[in-house]
């Protein structure tokens, strides 16, 4: 590949968005990441980090400090109203990983961890891509300003409604829509956990709620029927929605109470000319350990690989390819998929599961 003709520009100072920018510098490639906010939120969003996702963090320096702020979580539970009915035991992929287990840290520590890792001045804060134009082998991009930038690649990496991939006009299939409602829980919580379930799904019928543990409170999701209205997840009958010990242990420091929505969605190509796309832009999933967001960075891990190289065939392959690689997990088709109500289908095997889950299997 020709030396590249100025910075990767990088549009969405989300997790993913920083992952490849962090990947990107450690190679020594130029990058400038744009970001319509003014600051990092700090809002309560996704949570575990799997295996592989480690071991990426791990190549770019930043899981030590992001272990000091994490919950460390060997083994997944499974409950049946009170009855256990499964463990899967992260220790079985001992001989598939460096990282066999999962981190609890939340979203937003994990950007600002990342941001700790980049040069000042990387990201152009309060600034909001609207459009681009491809000039041979360069890419500008035009700011609200009306202000030009200057590129070799543009990556879109703004989320679910993606500028980038609007205006690339870039197709989407959808699939299934998943309710959710979720919020924090002090550290009282675990007085009223079974022992050691500190990563737990408990399950009465169609319901289920998800208890994690994280460095010093608990976070709490569950599934929200269909039609359920959001604001009974925000005023305080929340309660009618959960099952397993969370729904009686009296939680006075619950906080955050949100409802949110994940639909499968998954974008034809992540490449169109010298546009790319990565995480929720190219595809959003169901919030079930860690998924949405565990894809996203894995794409930025890959496309800083496909970047660096000087082979354009990494680059395409990676526009082409990646968005068959993740139509199992992204879709929900895998044999392995931890939708929400199968997490003790006898016929998959706990390894098995582990590797789905843990994205080790793609
Ligand atoms: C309430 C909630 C709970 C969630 N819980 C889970 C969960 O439990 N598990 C899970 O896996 N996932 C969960 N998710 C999804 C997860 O948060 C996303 O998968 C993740 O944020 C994707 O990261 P991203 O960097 O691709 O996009 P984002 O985090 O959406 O970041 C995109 C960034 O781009 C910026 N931007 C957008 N347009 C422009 C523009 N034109 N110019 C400049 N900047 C722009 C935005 O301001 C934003 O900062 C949840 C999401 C929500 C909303």
Not at 26 to 38: A, F, T, Y
Not at 43 to 52: F, V
Not at 78 to 98: C, K, Q
Not at 329 to 358: D, F, K, Y
Request: charged share 20%; net charge negative.
């Amino acid at each position: 590949m020709p030396p590249l003709q100025g910075p990767v520009i990088i549009v969405g100072a989300g997790p993913v968005g920083l992952t490849l920018a962090l990947a990107l510098h450690v190679r020594g490639i130029p990058v400038v990441v744009l970001e319509q906010r003014p600051d990092l939120p700090k809002d309560l969003r996704a949570t575990t980090l799997q295996p592989a996702v480690l071991e990426l963090l791990d190549a770019l320096g930043v899981l030590e400090r992001l272990q000091s702020r994490a919950h460390r979580v060997d083994r997944v539970r499974w409950y049946d109203g009170d009855r256990p009915v499964r463990i899967a035991d992260y220790g079985l992929l001992i001989d598939a990983t460096t990282h066999p287990y999962r981190l609890h840290v939340s979203q937003w520590e994990l950007c600002a961890v990342l941001l700790e890792h980049l040069p000042p001045g990387t990201v152009y804060w309060d600034r909001r891509a609207v459009g681009f134009e491809t000039i041979d082998d360069r890419v500008a991009v035009t700011l609200d300003d009306r202000t030009r930038l200057y590129g070799s690649w543009l990556v879109g990496s703004d989320g679910v409604g993606s500028t980038v991939r609007t205006l690339a006009g870039i197709p989407v299939d959808t699939g299934a829509t998943h309710a959710y409602g979720s919020f924090s829980a002090g550290p009282s919580l675990a007085d009223h956990l079974p022992h050691g379930a500190d990563c737990a799904y408990f399950h009465e019928g169609a319901a289920w709620t998800l208890v994690m543990r994280m460095h010093d409170s608990f976070r709490v999701l569950f599934g929200l029927p269909e039609g359920a209205p959001a604001a009974s997840v925000v005023r305080g009958d929340w309660r009618q929605h959960i099952v397993g010990p969370a729904r009686t242990a009296p939680l006075p420091d619950a906080t955050g109470h949100r409802a949110f929505v994940l639909q499968s969605r998954l974008a034809h190509t992540f490449r169109r000319g010298r546009v790319l796309l990565a995480g929720d832009a190219a595809h959003t999933t169901f919030a079930a350990g860690g998924n949405a967001l565990n894809t996203g960075l894995l794409d930025a891990g890959l496309l800083a690989r496909a970047l660096h190289a000087d082979e354009p065939d990494l680059v395409y392959a990676y526009g082409r390819e990646r968005p068959r690689a993740l139509e199992a997990a992204v879709l929900g088709t895998g044999p392995w998929t931890p939708h929400e109500g199968v997490p003790w289908n006898e016929a998959i095997q706990p390894r098995e599961l582990l590797l789905g889950i843990s994205l080790l299997a793609a």
